[in-house]
Every structure is written in C-alpha cells, then in structure tokens.
C-alpha cells in the first residue's frame, strides 16, 4: 500500500494522511482508530483479512496523530478541570472529527461508507452516523461505548501506575510495551515483537503526548449519545470484549441496546486490542454486515 495525502479536508480544512487496501470499486470501508492512536495501529493483517472477503478498506490518521494535521496551536488541555466539567480547553468535538471523516470521504470520491471505529474511533463512527446519516451505509462499533454516565468505564487503576509517555524512542517502545500489557486480552498470549515493532513505527511517524489529552477531553466535551442512537436505522455491528480494561463490556453492550436492531458480539478473554486470532473472526461478522447492506441497498 502507499501513504497518501487528502489536503483541506472538511470544514476545518486540515491535512489527513491515508492508506487504500484491495479493490476499489469494491464495497468501501473506514477504519476509525482509538485517541492518540495512528492508522498503522490498524494491523495490515486485519486489514488483509477484510480485503479478502471482498472489501475496500481504507485506514486513515486522525488530526492530532500520524501524519496528518497536528492541532499544535491549540491550548494546554487541563485534564482536571475537564473531569470536573470546565471544558474551556477543549479544542474540538467528535462532532468535529465526524466532520473530518466525511471530508475525507469527499476526497476520496465517495458518497457513503462502511463505518468500523475502535474505541474513540467507535465514538467518532456512531456520531457521523448520527450526524451525517447519508454518508454511513453500516456502522461497527469496537470496543467502544455511548458517552452515558457510568457506562463504558475504563479502570484506570490497570494504566494509572504507568506514568507520563516517555520522549526518547526505546523508553517510549518500553512504556507502550508495559502499556498494552496491561490492558491485553488475558486470554491471548501477549506478542511483545508486534507490540515492539508497531511502537517504534508510531515513534517514528510522529508520537504526539498533547493528542492524546485532547481526544480524550473532545469524548468528555461529547456527552451522551444515547437519545440519538435510538433513533439510528442502519445495519449495525458492535464487537467487544469480555474482559476490556479500557472500556467496560457495558458501553458495547449499552451501544446494541441503543441502536435498533444491532447485533452484539462479546469475546471472552478479549481486552482492550484486536487479537490475532480473532482477526478472521472480526473480519467475518464485519463482511457479513456490510456485505448484507450491500445487498439490500437500492
């Protein structure tokens, strides 16, 4: 695959880095990734798996990660006044990031898409579904949640000992290592080369601490999505994991219930990362869905 550049994408008019897998007059499918994470955290084996089942995958950097736009004029986001509610230094939405994606699809010259989000990117899908129904064709949520008050918690005593990202690359490397460790599906065997590996290319790509801190406070200046989801009409797909450290098994399970008639799928000893071996799994509940759309669309 080859990266490409999207230029003045969306109303904010940003730069958004992507990569196109498979056919392209094939069905055509985003994969939305999770806060502070880049396109290439997207495994190309995964991304191999829905290619192969008749798919267009396109993977994408959203702003703030990769190569695509960093909003580093934005200012210092104050983590404890935002969980208390002051959201004064949040500097965008996941409405404004739904905006993004659409944009996207415009460069691309898509009228509509196949939605797969991760965690925040599961966010962002469920809001430009919301928001922008004409442009989503399936929506498959991972690992996510509904921005409800109690649903969807992260137990943050399995990353709080972690401490700050480190500046240099292999201490870096060594933190995300002992990051995803910590919330890695205890029923898979932990792959520290991969982990290793996909670390150092997100490094070298272009590590942003400060991103991170402004995903997470655009989900806390997103409230609650409940009310719109219910009135959602589109094939949906919600994966998550029994034993997800970062997102409770209740915001994927308060997303199905939301959106009229979804299917929920709960993996037992599934984290808070797409194991390998569900890879093909993944890959056949997602093609099911989208290639059923597919079928009933006009």
């Avoid at 909003?71 to 208390?84: E, F, G, H």
């Avoid at 989900?219 to 029994?242: C, E, F, I, N, Y």
Wanted: include cysteine; charge should be negative.
């Amino acid at each position: 695959m080859v990266e490409e550049k999207a230029l003045r994408v969306g109303p904010s008019g940003i730069e958004i880095a992507y990569e196109r897998f498979g056919d392209p007059s094939l069905p055509p499918v985003l994969l939305i990734m999770g806060g502070g994470a880049q396109m290439i955290n997207w495994p190309d084996g995964f991304c191999a798996e829905l290619v192969d089942r008749g798919l267009h995958v396109v993977r994408f950097d959203s702003r703030d990660t990769g190569h695509s736009s960093h909003m580093s004029d934005a200012p210092i986001v104050d983590m404890p006044a935002a969980m208390a509610g002051d959201l004064a230094t949040a500097s965008y939405n996941l409405s404004d990031m739904a905006a993004d994606t659409v944009g996207l699809l415009d460069a691309l010259g898509f009228e509509s898409a196949h939605l797969v989000g991760l965690s925040m990117g599961g966010m962002i899908a469920q809001t430009m579904a919301i928001e922008h129904p004409g442009r989503v064709r399936s929506l498959t949520s991972i690992s996510s949640r509904t921005g409800a008050p109690g649903v969807g918690d992260a137990d943050f005593a399995a990353i709080g000992p972690l401490g700050p990202q480190p500046h240099d690359r292999q201490s870096y490397i060594d933190w995300q290592i002992r990051a995803s460790r910590a919330i890695w599906s205890p029923g898979f065997a932990f792959d520290e080369d991969a982990v290793a590996e996909t670390a150092g290319r997100v490094y070298d790509r272009g590590r942003d601490h400060e991103a991170m801190m402004r995903h997470f406070v655009a989900v806390v200046a997103s409230g609650d999505r409940t009310a719109q989801l219910k009135a959602l009409h589109l094939p949906t797909l919600v994966l998550h994991g029994a034993d997800d450290l970062m997102c409770d098994v209740s915001g994927g399970r308060a997303t199905a219930e939301a959106i009229p008639g979804a299917k929920l799928v709960v993996f037992d000893g599934m984290g808070h990362h797409l194991p390998r071996d569900l890879w093909p799994t993944f890959a056949e509940h997602i093609a099911e869905l989208i290639l059923g759309a597919e079928a009933s669309r006009p």
